[in-house]
């Protein structure tokens, strides 16, 4: 079993930047790829960012390429998500997600077979 246990989420002016951690238990972490997505009161749960599992490969979501940045540290279990120029439409509850894939990314909600409870961020005008 995967436990993915996000943080970093908080509340930030327009234009200011977070970075959210996603920490993950199990020994399958570099053998995953990793997601983030988010969701907005009312809305459908969106992808956002995703990293291959080697670091290599990132996919990005149109609204926040150029913005937000995907990486990883295997050696330390954990996901991150840099989030730059943060506009009041970013603000959302983010989820990160894991999948077993060794190559290659995922960009769509089904893709993934573990999720975290999620960080809120709040982007105030």
């Known amino acids: 079993q995967v436990q993915l246990v996000e943080s970093g989420g908080g509340l930030v002016q327009a234009g200011g930047s977070l970075r959210l951690s996603c920490a993950t238990s199990?020994?399958?972490?570099?053998?995953?790829?990793m997601g983030w997505f988010r969701q907005a009161p009312g809305k459908e749960r969106d992808f956002v960012a995703a990293?291959?599992?080697?670091?290599?490969?990132?996919e990005y979501a149109a609204a926040v390429k150029g913005r937000f940045t995907v990486s990883r540290d295997n050696a330390k279990n954990t996901a991150y998500l840099q989030m730059n120029s943060l506009k009041p439409e970013d603000t959302a509850d983010y989820y990160c997600?894991?999948?077993?894939?060794?190559?290659?990314?995922?960009?769509?909600?089904?893709?993934?077979?573990?999720w975290g409870q999620g960080t809120q961020v709040t982007v105030s005008s």
């Open positions: 997600a894991a999948v077993l894939r060794q190559i290659g990314v995922a960009v769509s909600r089904g893709e993934y077979d573990y």
């Open positions: 199990g020994r399958a972490f570099s053998s995953s790829v």
């Open positions: 990293i291959s599992a080697s670091g290599r490969s990132t």
